[in-house]
């Protein structure tokens, strides 16, 4: 039997929980104080996953970059090659805030979409 002590980030609380697991199965979550909790911390000790956020350069447009995320969350373990995926990717201008830049970066199935509306020069 094993343990991992989290700080939650379902919610604004930030409540100190502690996994208690026997081999990869979570067998007991304590300290949370609401359900975000206990789904959080199941989920970050079995398959942690991020949202990444990024910029892109823009092409044609009145900012030279674009902030960019995710769709939604991916493995962590892919983190860094989403970010790879991103380095030489140039959007052309006008973008509009959910905009897809990029489909299915690093064979997550999951797009990079723009977080801000760039005008064209």
Known sequence: MSTRELTCIGCPLGCPITVTMEGKEVTNVTGNTCPKGDAYARKEVTNPTRIVTSTVRVEGGVCP??????????????????????????AKAPIAIGDVLLSNVAGTGVDIVAARNIPAK
């Open 65 to 90: 970059m674009v902030n960019v995320k995710t769709a939604s969350d991916i493995p962590k373990d892919q983190i860094f090659a989403c970010v790879e995926a991103l380095k030489g990717l140039v």
